[in-house]
Each structure stands twice: as structure tokens, then as C-alpha cells.
């Protein structure tokens, strides 16, 4: 964080500051001396002007007691506290000064050194450090670039543990100072969103997404703006993997979808375990690019939308892309553009462009569905080219050729709308036109959905709507 060209106070209690080390978002920490000891500290002041003087009260009580627990941790991967002082109204934590670089600075200096950075190695070792904490029972909160110090000789220390987030007082609107930004979400997890309970695994969470940024340049659900950002980590997209097998990084995919899990539960059971598998990945050796982990079973997109992608030349014709983007974006949304753009440098050929774009996509329902929805070729833009989930097509474009009637046609797209959005009207018209049977025209359509329960409460909607059509 660039530190703000402010006045350096003559005096921090008995510290005498020597330079800004940075400001994040609650205040400033300072590089100073402790002319008793005769040492370098660093001094981070919380500034609580902000708040009502209750409020405040409460905060300084908390920030205490926080900075007693952080005070009982004793690791080489996390800097060590050494007092709390107030500095007028103000609380402010007096801990160790590490010589070295935030890792923020070292992710965004440049692609090159990113990819040099020996990130496994040191996320490693801030999960032995984490690991060490959750034992004690305390967790870190706010686990970021930023917070993780980086010095000359490659060890990595957590910054900032106990150290109250002022977000915690005032029901989750997290106070700045007068001009300073409020950094993006991009390291939260879910359940730091609504008011559900945060503990060792948001922590765990937050080492995923971090490493996520180490290997592909980018957090895993950045969104545009803080808001789209949040509406990912809320909604029930996983992670896309498609920039991390892009990156060459594919043996970390499994670590990743674990670690970046929505639901706590799905994640790692410890920073241990974590970190086992994190050096197990960072040994194996990538996979073939050919290889994707999970074959899928559906039809191979036609050789006609494939004579549109000169193979193996990495230059794509751009209409093709936007109709891969537009189909893609029924599932992940505007990060589609980014994704297909990605995954296009990345393939030598559309199959496997098309393969990459699928394994970004968590169940083989919506696999099979991305794939299919290529398969159809140019009929795919007029009905994709705007998504309106939750609004059931109501008219077909085009009759099928089979002998399933219109009427079937237009009540099974509404049926299936109901569950897999706008996507439903290509695929029961293809259902249709594919059909050898009624029943296997219905059969094809369940087959569309993973979980039983919707499989379940489909069929019954098309016994019910459907299946009276079909006579
Ligand atoms: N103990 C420390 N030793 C050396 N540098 C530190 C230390 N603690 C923090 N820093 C530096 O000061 C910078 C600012 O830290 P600060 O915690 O105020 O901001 P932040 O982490 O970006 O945001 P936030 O307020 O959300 O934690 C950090 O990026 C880091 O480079
Ligand atoms: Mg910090």
C-alpha cells in the first residue's frame, strides 16, 4: 500500500517514529524506535474517530483483548506483538518491524515476477503459522496480500493478527478514513458476507484465493466492482479453473476447488492438511494439456463450428469467441469474456478450447448443457444473446423435426426453464430433434439435471405438463 505523504508524529508514546510503512483502510502503521530495548518496531494506529464514544469504548475493550491472544502467539510465520498503547483516543499495537514486502507488492509486479514467486513455498509456511493460531483457537480474520510480509530471505509472516477489525462494531460497514478506499472482498469467503459464523476455515478460504491470484493474476471471484464481486462469492458458482489450467497449473485445481469451497464444510479440515496438499500439487508435474481431468460424455460439437476456429493458429475468429462468451456467460456471467479470452490463447485447437471452457463449469449437467448449447451452431445467438433467467420462453422459434408436437415442445421449455434458465429452450429443442421416442425425449431432458431431487421433481412436471402433449 503506498504510504500517503503525511506528517510524521514527533511521538508514539515512548516510540519515536522513523517513517509511513503504509495505511491500509483503519489507519497507519508506522516504522519507529523503541529506545528502551533499542529496537525497530512497527506501530500500526487505529484511527476510531468515527466512531460514537461507546462504540469506541467497546472497540478499545475488544482491540485488547485481541491483541492479548495475538500477544500469546509465538511464530516464525507470524509477526510477533509486543504491546498495545493508546495514543490519544486512539488504540494502536506496537509489534515487530519485518524488513521486507507486502506479498500485494509482489503480485502486482508484474506477470513475470508473479510467476516467479515461490508461492507454494510460502503459503506453506503462512499455514503453519495459521495452523499454529487455530490450535490456540483464534483466527485471523482478514488473511490478504497485504497482511502477509514477505522478507529477503523468502519467510513469510502474518501481519495484523488481533487486530479487531472495526467492521465488527458496526453491523458489517467497514469505516474508513476520509478518502481511503475500502479494499475489494476479493479474499473473503462467503459466510464473512451475511451474518453467518466466521471461523479457522474463513482463514483457510482466504490462503485459496490468495494462492488462486498467485497462479492465474487474478483473485478467484473478482468481479468488476466490490458488489459483483460479493454477488459471486454469494451465488453458487464454484471457482472457475479455467485460467488456472490455462496458467499450467492444473496439478493445483483440486487443491483449489477444495480450499476455495463456499460451503465451510467442503473445505480443508485443517491448515495441515491444507498445507500437505499444497506441496504434494507444487511436486507432481502438470498434466498433458489434452488430459482433462474429467472426461465428459456428450456429443462432440460439430465439425462445422470447429471449420469457424482456424486450429492450432491461437487466432480466433472473434464472432466465434463472443457466441463461446455469450454461451459461457449463461453460467459464470460477465468473467465469461475474461475466461474465454484466456482459455482461446491458451488452445491450440477448438476442442480443447471448448473442453477448458466446460471443466470450468461444476456439474456435468451444465457441462453437457455448455457443449450442447456449441453443438447447435449459429442457431444458439438469437436466444442467448440476452439472458432472462427465471422468464420461461413461451413461443418456439423453430419446429422440430421429429414427431414430438409444438405444443410438447413449448410446455417442456417452460418445465425445464424453470430450473435451468433460459439455456432450457436450445436444449429441448435439440431433445426434440434428437428423440427416438416420447420417453426418450423425456429421458434426455432429466438427464440434463444433476441432483436427484430436481431430476425428481422435473419428471413429475413433465408427466403431469408434458406428457398429455406427446399423445
Ligand atoms: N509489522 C510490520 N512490519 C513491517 N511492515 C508492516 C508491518 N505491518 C504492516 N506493515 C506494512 O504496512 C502496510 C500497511 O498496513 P495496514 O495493515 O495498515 O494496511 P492493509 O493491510 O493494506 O489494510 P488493512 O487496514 O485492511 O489491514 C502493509 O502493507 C505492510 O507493507
Ligand atoms: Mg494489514
Redesign the pocket.
Same mark, same amino acid.
Given at each position: +500500500?503506498a504510504a500517503k505523504a503525511e506528517p510524521l508524529p514527533a511521538a508514539i508514546g515512548r516510540y519515536r517514529p522513523l517513517a509511513v510503512?503504509? #495505511?491500509?483502510? +483503519?489507519?497507519? $502503521?508506522y516504522?519507529a524506535h523503541d529506545p528502551v530495548i533499542d529496537r525497530t518496531v512497527?506501530i500500526?494506529v487505529v484511527r476510531t474517530e468515527a466512531l460514537e464514544s461507546g462504540a469506541r469504548a467497546e472497540y478499545l475493550d475488544r482491540f485488547r483483548l485481541e491483541a492479548q491472544a495475538a500477544g500469546r502467539c509465538s511464530h516464525p510465520a507470524i $509477526?510477533a506483538v509486543f504491546d498495545v498503547i493508546r495514543v490519544g483516543a486512539d488504540p494502536a499495537i506496537v +509489534?515487530?518491524?519485518?524488513?521486507?514486502? %507486502?506479498l #500485494? =507488492?509482489l503480485l502486482h509486479a508484474g506477470p513475470a515476477a508473479r510467476a516467479a514467486l515461490p508461492i507454494a513455498d510460502l503459503l506453506g509456511q503462512v499455514l503453519e503459522g495459521l495452523g499454529y493460531a487455530h490450535q490456540l483457537g483464534i483466527t485471523h480474520r =482478514?488473511i490478504?496480500p %497485504?497482511?502477509i510480509?514477505v522478507t529477503d530471505a523468502g519467510r513469510a509472516k502474518i501481519? =495484523?493478527f488481533g487486530?479487531a477489525r472495526l467492521t465488527d462494531l458496526t453491523g458489517g460497514h467497514t469505516l474508513t478514513q476520509a478518502g481511503a478506499m475500502l479494499?475489494t472482498p476479493s479474499y473473503m469467503a462467503p459466510e464473512q458476507i451475511g451474518e453467518a459464523p466466521v471461523d479457522y476455515r474463513t482463514d483457510l478460504f482466504a490462503v485459496g484465493a490468495i494462492l488462486y491470484e498467485a497462479l492465474t493474476g487474478r483473485p478467484p471471484f473478482a468481479g468488476r466492482s466490490a458488489l459483483e464481486t460479493i454477488q459471486r462469492l454469494a451465488g453458487p458458482d464454484p471457482a472457475s479453473m479455467v485460467a488456472v489450467e490455462a496458467a499450467g497449473a492444473g496439478a493445483f485445481v483440486p487443491v483449489l476447488q477444495q480450499a476455495l469451497a463456499k460451503t465451510p464444510a467442503r473445505r480443508f479440515p485443517s491448515a495441515s492438511a491444507f498445507a500437505a496438499a499444497l506441496a504434494a500439487a507444487s511436486r507432481s508435474p502438470p498434466p498433458p494439456a489434452e488430459e482433462p481431468p474429467t472426461r465428459i460424455v456428450t456429443p462432440r460439437p460439430p465439425t462445422v463450428t470447429d471449420a469457424t476456429l482456424p486450429p492450432g493458429t491461437g487466432r480466433w475468429d472473434p464472432r466465434t469467441l463472443a457466441k463461446v462468451e455469450r454461451a459461457l456467460a449463461q453460467y459464470v456471467g460477465p468473467l465469461a469474456r475474461v475466461v474465454v479470452a484466456e482459455a482461446a490463447r491458451q488452445s491450440p485447437d477448438a476442442d480443447s478450447l471448448y473442453q477448458a471452457l466446460a471443466r470450468t463449469l461444476q456439474t456435468t449437467a451444465d457441462r453437457s448443457a455448455f457443449l450442447r448449447s456449441l453443438a447447435t451452431g449459429t442457431r444458439l445467438e438469437p436466444t442467448l444473446g440476452t439472458p432472462q433467467t427465471g422468464s420461461p420462453p413461451t413461443a418456439v422459434t423453430a419446429p422440430p423435426s421429429t414427431a414430438i408436437p409444438a405444443a410438447a415442445v413449448t410446455a417442456a421449455q417452460a418445465a425445464l426453464a424453470q430450473f435451468m434458465g433460459p439455456i432450457a429452450r436450445v436444449l429441448v429443442r435439440q431433445a426434440a430433434e434428437q428423440a427416438t421416442s416420447p420417453a426418450d425425449f423425456i429421458d434426455r431432458l432429466c438427464g440434463h439435471l444433476a441432483k436427484p431431487e430436481e431430476t425428481a421433481a422435473l419428471r413429475r412436471r413433465l408427466r403431469a405438463e408434458v406428457e398429455p402433449r406427446l399423445r
Open positions: +500500500m510503512l503504509g #495505511s491500509g483502510g +483503519m489507519g497507519t $502503521v516504522r512497527a500500526k $509477526v +509489534m515487530e518491524f519485518v524488513a521486507g514486502r %507486502a #500485494s =507488492d =482478514d490478504k %497485504a497482511n510480509i501481519a =495484523d487486530i479494499g
